[in-house]
């Protein structure tokens, strides 16, 4: 079976401030990674994913984050929050055969004026 | 593409009336998943279709629940008869996911439809 688990239901930061949002994943194969975002009373929109091409990956919005397999982690960073940024985080994972994305509960980031 | 359309948005209902949410997925995308967002549970899959056939009803919570795929570019969820428990938000999503191919590919949501049954 395949997990991950945000650390953090809420975090908040200063505008202008680093943005991270914890991801740490369980999987027995080699797993695909993803970060959706959630602006209020909206579906769920990618950032960006990790298919095992690049160890770092680059999303929307200045996000990006990167696949560490020693630490079973794919935390989300973005060097400087905008008010914009102020949303619903989830991680997800799929792989091997699985075709099910399952989801983190969510980290809600609130950025501060 | 306009995306994922799902409809209603808001649906208010009483309590044992049934309740019809409907889903257009991508043009194009071949798998289709229904899942359930609350603040107890976050998000769950209820029921994944590739090809318009179900393959994975293992989420949907009982036989309450009940979906269909009659063609490509529409799919429902039924609830009958409804509970105040069934209050959620209900997310279609679709994904040019192939059952034969490396499973890599993101999901693209809806705006999901808030239902409130009282």
């Known amino acids: 079976a395949q997990s991950v688990t945000q650390l953090g239901s809420h975090v908040s930061v200063s505008e202008g401030a680093l943005v991270l949002l914890r991801c740490n994943y369980s999987s027995s194969v080699p797993p695909y990674l993803f970060w959706y975002v959630q602006y209020p009373n909206q579906g769920l929109q990618l950032l960006l994913k990790?298919?095992?091409?690049?160890?770092l990956v680059k999303g929307i919005n200045g996000f990006e984050a990167e696949f560490k397999k020693s630490e079973t982690s794919f935390h989300l960073t973005k060097p400087s929050a905008h008010m914009s940024d102020a949303a619903e985080y989830f991680c997800?994972?799929?792989?091997?055969?699985?075709?099910?994305?399952?989801f983190g509960k969510g980290t809600l980031l609130t950025v501060n004026p | 593409d306009a995306g994922v359309i799902q409809s209603p948005r808001h649906e208010v209902t009483e309590m044992g009336q049934e309740v019809t949410l409907r889903c257009k997925p991508i043009?194009?995308?071949?798998?289709l998943f229904w899942y359930r967002q609350t603040m107890m549970r976050g998000l769950e899959l209820l029921i994944y279709?590739?090809?318009?056939?179900?393959?994975?009803d293992s989420g949907m919570p009982e036989d309450r629940f009940s979906a269909k795929m009659p063609n490509a570019s529409f799919s429902t969820l039924k609830i009958q008869p409804s509970e105040p428990r069934d209050s959620a938000v209900y997310f279609c999503?679709?994904?040019?996911?192939?059952?034969?191919?490396?499973?890599?590919?993101?999901?693209?949501f809806g705006q999901g439809t808030r239902l409130t049954v009282v």
């Open positions: 043009s194009g995308h071949n798998s």
């Open positions: 997800a994972i799929s792989g091997g055969s699985n075709y099910k994305l399952t």
């Open positions: 990790y298919t095992s091409a690049a160890t």
């Open positions: 279709f590739n090809n318009n056939v179900p393959i994975d």
């Open positions: 999503a679709s994904s040019p996911l192939s059952l034969n191919r490396v499973v890599n590919t993101e999901a693209f």
